[in-house]
T-cell receptor, first 114, second 113 residues
Framework: AQSVTQLDSQVPVFEEAPVELRCNYSSSVSVYLFWYVQYPNQGLQLLLKYLSGSTLVKGINGFEAEFNKSQTSFHLRKPSVHISDTAEYFC????????????FGAGTRLAVHP | NAGVTQTPKFQVLKTGQSMTLQCAQDMNHNSMYWYRQDPGMGLRLIYYSASEGTTDKGEVPNGYNVSRLNKREFSLRLESAAPSQTSVYFCAGSDRGSTDTQYFGPGTRLTVL
């Protein structure tokens, strides 16, 4: 079985500051890793995903994430946030090669202040 | 393209009432999913349909039933609603492979009194 832990439930940050949202996972099999974003009163949309290859993955809106197999982590970063990045961010995993069944973390609420 | 659509957007039920949440997608996805979102718990999979004509239980299936009516439509039914089913429900669609992005609908906010 797989599990995902998002280490911070809320992250407040000032506009133009850097931010890191932390995600750790547990799995006995190989997994694919995803970050989704949920803007207020909307559904989720994909930010980025790691399938294989380079451990640094770039996504939409200037976000990137780094896969670290030894630490079973997949932290999300952005060098300079905007007010519009205020949202909830979800880390998710799915076993590679199986059905596309996502296991989500509890979410991190990013609040960007002016 | 509308993507993934859900109806209704909001619903209030009394304990014991039944209702069906509707989901449709026009993205030609093989697989469809129903999740519930509760504060501090992320999204949890209720049921999924890997392809037309098949459905399987997810993590939290108790109290729910589903129907994959055709490739486009996947409905979720609450036969006898309970307050514990108060939640936001999301439908999603994707291609079948585990590398594929899931596309989410806007959600249905359900309150059971």
């Amino acid at each position: 079985a797989q599990s995902v832990t998002q280490l911070d439930s809320q992250v407040p940050v000032f506009e133009e500051a850097p931010v890191e949202l932390r995600c750790n996972y547990s799995s006995s099999v190989s997994v694919y890793l995803f970050w989704y974003v949920q803007y207020p009163n909307q559904g989720l949309q994909l930010l980025l995903k790691y399938l294989s290859g380079s451990t640094l993955v770039k996504g939409i809106n200037g976000f990137e994430a780094e896969f670290n197999k030894s630490q079973t982590s997949f932290h999300l970063r952005k060098p300079s946030v905007h007010i519009s990045d205020t949202a909830e961010y979800f880390c998710a995993v799915t076993p590679s090669g199986g059905y596309n069944k996502l296991i989500f973390g509890a979410g991190t609420r990013l609040a960007v202040h002016p | 393209n509308a993507g993934v659509t859900q109806t209704p957007k909001f619903q209030v039920l009394k304990t014991g009432q039944s209702m069906t949440l509707q989901c449709a997608q026009d993205m030609n996805h093989n697989s469809m999913y129903w999740y519930r979102q509760d504060p501090g718990m992320g999204l949890r999979l209720i049921y999924y349909s890997a392809s037309e004509g098949t459905t399987d239980k997810g993590e939290v299936p108790n109290g729910y039933n589903v129907s994959r009516l055709n490739k486009r439509e996947f409905s979720l039914r609450l036969e006898s609603a309970a307050p514990s089913q108060t939640s936001v429900y999301f439908c999603a669609g994707s291609d079948r492979g585990s590398t594929d992005t899931q596309y989410f609908g806007p959600g249905t906010r359900l309150t059971v009194l």
